[in-house]
């Protein structure tokens, strides 16, 4: 995985060159798409170990009193933080993936404990009255964070990216009162 990683990385999911990362991992080429039947998979795999990650540095977050202003917040935080660790190439496919046709379907937003404790924050908020009785949390959650890749891909080197995320923020936060 890591070697993929690398080279993905270096090339971009598109440019990646299947048989470097066999000689770096020392592996036969079966052996990879043994593993991974396309590139794809290997970016729902970087997609599970981050958003493992990054739901365990949320599920902390929520620990400690906060708002749901507060907990979109640090969402859009832990998500933007993964382009320093991935970097801006890598960043960008593994946002993309989530928009990709040739995704593969192996999942609902159950699967994705990030969406899930979103949600959960929703709901939650939903209960002391702060947001609509008829929204529906899983479908909000869903909807701030396909939201949130997108203006991430699309408009992360913007000198106003910052104040266009605390913007979608409030404005997320809007569509949700009562």
Do not use: C
Request: glycine content about 6%; aromatic content about 8%; hydrophobic content about 45%.
């Amino acid at each position: 995985m890591g070697a993929a990683i690398a080279e993905f990385a270096r090339a971009g999911m598109a440019e990646a060159d299947v048989s470097a990362i066999v000689a770096a991992a020392g592996v036969a080429h079966g052996t990879f798409f043994f593993h991974f039947p396309t590139k794809e998979h290997v970016l729902l795999e970087l997609e599970r170990r981050e958003e493992d990650r990054i739901a365990k540095q949320f599920a902390q977050f929520l620990k400690s009193k906060h708002d749901l202003a507060s907990a979109l917040g640090e969402a859009v935080r832990l998500v933007a933080g993964l382009e320093r660790r991935l970097g801006d190439r890598l960043f960008n496919d593994f946002l993309a993936l989530h928009f990709s046709q040739t995704r593969p379907q192996t999942e609902d937003g159950r699967d994705h404990p990030l969406i899930v404790l979103v949600a959960q924050e929703i709901a939650l908020a939903q209960e002391r009255g702060e947001t609509d009785p008829h929204v529906n949390p899983m479908n909000s959650a869903v909807f701030f964070l396909l939201g949130l890749y997108a203006l991430l891909i699309t408009t992360n080197h913007w000198p106003t990216g910052h104040a266009l995320l605390e913007d979608y923020v409030a404005r997320t936060l809007r569509s949700l009162k009562p």
